[in-house]
């Protein structure tokens, strides 16, 4: 019966889901394909004529009309189940940089109807002005000026840190990190400003990342976080419908039905924005948009992809009219290539872009003193288990597995030997405390699991980044006392964090999951990486890329990872070897290479220069 009771919830989970995306699929179809084509169609303007004032309407011609991008003029969807014109909440992406995303009001699902007819009979002098919702630059373009449209769908860490990654590459390789003090006070835009370059004119450079999908997409297509989020964590269900989509009769209605749906809002998005250079980090960014510059006229924008798949590429990815495609590996391009709309001069094999902290393969600082930066023991062997962006993976299971193992280990060996004396600097720690293992857990943006994982393991037992771990004066012990109650294991929890390259280079292993970021993060710091599970699919051919490379492997079941951890711990010397082979596969300067390739030759940014070798 204790087996058979969780059984039934996840089948009735799963009945549940299929209802709601077949009956979303069949509105959906029935309001793009069926009777409902005006709604979108129709447009409303804020000042209209005298006709239009008494009829309440005004029609918009079939995908060709002209959208004026004034100031002082706002667009609205004339809908009985959803208005444009209602500033909302807006719904913004979580960043660890300094740069401030698109954030526009999400387009609403039906059950919202009644809400925002009510906010759509306010006055227009109520209503922002247009630039507040689809020109996510936040003004008119100025003449010399240069914008980058990145656009994403925020499915998982990686395809945001990709944006982000390239963000501080262009800002790196064109700018000065100058801010536009009107922009900045109207709508927090972050300019870059281009210096003087030998031989050309100062231009100016804007670039901005939009989750498109969620933040400019019809219902159910805004929902695709969610989507997103409850396949990952059912992965027969995920395998179900990815290999269902890559048949070529669904994907070619799945690309037509993302169109169809979406157009009248992508279309404002791109002529609103009117971007230079169109740059997609989503395998389900390329082609919607595609068609929608085809269609209003925007032929002379390139859209240019930056696949973030490590080895098995989503189907997606691959779409005619593409302007350049950026790889990471080998293996991606053989099968760009197998696609008989992509030529191979479009494919640039470089690598995946990583964050700034990734640039280099070479430490400036050792294992021991960014350990003390971060507060952690210096002398102890560090394993490091991360659940990802979005904290996937199974993470309190691998986390109590890997902690039983090292706690039946009786005297683990110490990682480095304590020179400063008896007593570790600044912890009161003596260097004969038990213990000799650490545990750091970052557990992404699941507090579900953070906090399961802190009751497993109490704060007073662990140590936080922030600061010492708080006592009460009925608390006030000797630190070792408490931490020898988990074991001989020191457990640190963490949430979300935004030092990851520090984090990494404290540690002297890696247990994740197979995503390829964090896998391309692991080689440059020359971090053993140990797998603990994947998403089936474009994740699949991580795992052949980590262990035929020598520096990693995959342990789906609990106990053997565990046992994995420990004699990784055990065996510096094989650590050791483990991180010199996964530097030969580091792609450090991808990066800027990608962002120095689209800007010197692409948008013009600088005199062209000779580019790397394929």
Same mark, same amino acid.
């Given at each position: 019966?204790?087996?058979?009771?969780?059984?039934?919830?996840?089948?009735?989970?799963?009945?549940?889901?299929?209802?709601?995306?077949?009956?979303?699929?069949?509105?959906? +179809?029935?309001?793009?394909?069926?009777?409902?084509?005006?709604?979108?169609?129709?447009?409303?303007?804020?000042?209209?004529?005298?006709?239009?004032?008494?009829?309440?309407?005004?029609?918009?011609?079939?995908?060709?009309?002209?959208?004026?991008?004034?100031?002082?003029?706002?667009?609205?969807?004339?809908?009985?189940?959803?208005?444009?014109?209602?500033?909302?909440?807006?719904?913004?992406?979580?960043?660890?940089?300094?740069?401030?995303?698109?954030?526009?009001?999400?387009?609403?699902?039906?059950?919202?109807?009644?809400?925002?007819?009510?906010?759509?009979?306010?006055?227009?002098?109520?209503? *922002?002005?247009?630039?507040?919702?689809?020109?996510?630059?936040?003004?008119?373009?100025?003449?010399?000026?240069?914008?980058?449209?990145?656009?994403?769908?925020?499915?998982?860490?990686?395809?945001?840190?990709?944006?982000?990654?390239?963000?501080?590459?262009?800002?790196?390789?064109?700018?000065?990190?100058?801010?536009?003090?009107?922009?900045?006070?109207?709508?927090? +835009?972050?300019?870059?400003?281009?210096?003087?370059?030998?031989?050309?004119?100062?231009?100016?450079?804007?670039?901005?990342?939009?989750?498109?999908?969620?933040?400019?997409?019809?219902?159910?297509?805004?929902?695709?976080?969610?989507?997103?989020?409850?396949?990952?964590?059912?992965?027969?269900?995920?395998?179900?419908?990815?290999?269902?989509?890559?048949?070529?009769?669904?994907?070619?209605?799945?690309?037509?039905?993302?169109?169809?749906?979406?157009?009248?809002?992508?279309?404002?998005?791109?002529?609103?924005?009117?971007?230079?250079?169109?740059?997609?980090?989503?395998?389900?960014?390329?082609? *919607?948009?595609?068609?929608?510059?085809?269609?209003?006229?925007?032929?002379?924008?390139?859209?240019?992809?930056?696949?973030?798949?490590?080895?098995?590429?989503?189907?997606?990815?691959?779409?005619?009219?593409?302007?350049?495609?950026?790889? *990471?590996?080998?293996?991606?391009?053989?099968?760009?290539?197998?696609?008989?709309?992509?030529?191979?001069?479009?494919?640039?094999?470089?690598?995946?872009?990583?964050?700034?902290?990734?640039?280099?393969?070479?430490?400036?600082?050792?294992?021991?003193?960014?350990?003390?930066?971060?507060?952690?023991?210096?002398?102890?062997?560090?394993?490091?288990?991360?659940?990802?962006?979005?904290?996937?993976?199974?993470?309190?299971?691998?986390?109590?597995?890997?902690?039983?193992?090292?706690?039946?280990?009786?005297?683990?060996?110490?990682?480095?030997?304590?020179?400063?004396?008896?007593?570790?600097?600044?912890?009161?720690?003596?260097?004969?405390?038990?213990?000799?293992?650490?545990?750091?857990?970052?557990?992404?943006?699941?507090?579900?699991?953070?906090?399961?994982?802190?009751?497993?393991?109490?704060?007073?037992?662990?140590?936080?980044?922030?600061?010492?771990?708080?006592?009460?004066?009925?608390?006030? $012990?000797?630190?070792?006392?408490?931490?020898?109650?988990?074991?001989?294991?020191?457990?640190?929890?963490?949430?979300?964090?935004?030092?990851?390259?520090?984090?990494?280079?404290?540690?002297?292993?890696?247990?994740?999951?197979?995503?390829?970021?964090?896998?391309?993060?692991?080689?440059?710091?020359?971090?053993?990486?140990?797998?603990?599970?994947?998403?089936?699919?474009?994740?699949?051919?991580?795992?052949?890329?980590?262990?035929?490379?020598?520096?990693?492997?995959?342990?789906?079941? $609990?106990?053997?990872?565990?046992?994995?951890?420990?004699?990784?711990?055990?065996?510096?010397?094989?650590?050791?070897?483990?991180?010199?082979?996964?530097?030969?596969?580091?792609?450090?300067?991808?990066?800027?290479?990608?962002?120095?390739?689209?800007?010197?030759?692409?948008?013009?940014?600088?005199?062209?220069?000779?580019?790397?070798?394929?």
């Amino acid at each position: 019966m204790s087996s058979f009771l969780p059984m039934l919830g996840r089948l009735c989970g799963t009945v549940q889901f299929l209802c709601f995306f077949i009956y979303s699929l069949l509105i959906s +179809v029935w309001e793009t394909f069926g009777g409902c084509k005006v709604r979108r169609r129709r447009v409303t303007h804020n000042t209209p004529s005298p006709e239009d004032q008494q009829d309440g309407k005004q029609q918009l011609d079939t995908g060709k009309a002209t959208i004026q991008q004034q100031q002082s003029t706002c667009i609205s969807i004339n809908d009985d189940s959803t208005t444009l014109d209602d500033p909302g909440s807006p719904s913004s992406i979580p960043s660890t940089a300094t740069h401030t995303w698109a954030s526009p009001p999400r387009p609403s699902s039906p059950d919202k109807s009644k809400k925002q007819q009510q906010q759509g009979q306010q006055s227009a002098s109520e209503k *922002p002005p247009c630039g507040d919702r689809y020109n996510v630059f936040g003004g008119p373009k100025r003449e010399g000026v240069r914008r980058i449209l990145i656009v994403l769908s925020d499915t998982g860490g990686g395809h945001k840190t990709a944006a982000l990654s390239l963000e501080q590459a262009f800002d790196h390789l064109y700018g000065n990190n100058g801010d536009d003090a009107d922009a900045a006070a109207a709508r927090q +835009v972050k300019r870059v400003l281009m210096e003087e370059w030998e031989g050309g004119e100062g231009v100016q450079l804007e670039i901005r990342a939009v989750d498109v999908w969620t933040d400019f997409a019809r219902y159910p297509f805004n929902e695709f976080v969610w989507y997103f989020r409850f396949y990952a964590a059912r992965p027969q269900l995920w395998v179900f419908f990815y290999s269902l989509f890559t048949l070529w009769p669904f994907k070619r209605f799945a690309e037509a039905w993302g169109f169809h749906h979406n157009y009248d809002h992508f279309a404002r998005l791109l002529q609103a924005s009117q971007p230079d250079l169109l740059l997609s980090v989503h395998p389900l960014c390329q082609h *919607p948009f595609l068609r929608t510059m085809a269609t209003i006229g925007m032929h002379n924008v390139p859209l240019v992809t930056v696949v973030t798949d490590l080895q098995t590429p989503h189907i997606f990815w691959w779409a005619p009219g593409v302007h350049t495609y950026f790889v *990471p590996s080998d293996a991606v391009r053989t099968l760009a290539l197998k696609q008989p709309f992509i030529d191979e001069s479009q494919v640039r094999v470089r690598g995946l872009p990583l964050r700034k902290g990734f640039w280099s393969t070479e430490r400036s600082t050792s294992k021991q003193a960014m350990r003390a930066a971060l507060g952690w023991r210096e002398d102890a062997a560090t394993c490091l288990v991360i659940g990802g962006g979005e904290g996937i993976g199974g993470l309190a299971a691998t986390v109590r597995a890997i902690v039983s193992q090292l706690k039946r280990h009786k005297s683990p060996p110490i990682s480095t030997s304590n020179k400063g004396g008896d007593e570790e600097k600044g912890s009161g720690i003596p260097s004969s405390s038990p213990a000799s293992y650490q545990l750091i857990v970052v557990c992404g943006r699941n507090d579900g699991v953070k906090n399961k994982l802190e009751r497993l393991f109490p704060p007073k037992s662990h140590h936080h980044a922030s600061r010492r771990p708080h006592l009460s004066k009925s608390e006030k $012990k000797p630190l070792v006392s408490q931490r020898a109650k988990a074991g001989a294991v020191w457990v640190g929890i963490y949430g979300f964090v935004d030092n990851m390259s520090d984090v990494m280079a404290a540690a002297d292993c890696l247990v994740t999951k197979a995503g390829p970021g964090t896998i391309a993060e692991a080689c440059t710091q020359g971090l053993p990486v140990l797998l603990s599970s994947y998403l089936p699919g474009q994740e699949t051919g991580n795992i052949p890329f980590v262990e035929d490379g020598r520096f990693g492997a995959y342990a789906p079941r $609990k106990d053997a990872l565990g046992r994995a951890v420990r004699r990784w711990l055990d065996d510096p010397d094989m650590r050791d070897e483990m991180g010199r082979r996964a530097i030969e596969k580091a792609t450090p300067s991808a990066t800027l290479q990608i962002a120095r390739e689209i800007g010197d030759g692409i948008v013009g940014l600088r005199p062209q220069q000779q580019q790397p070798q394929q």
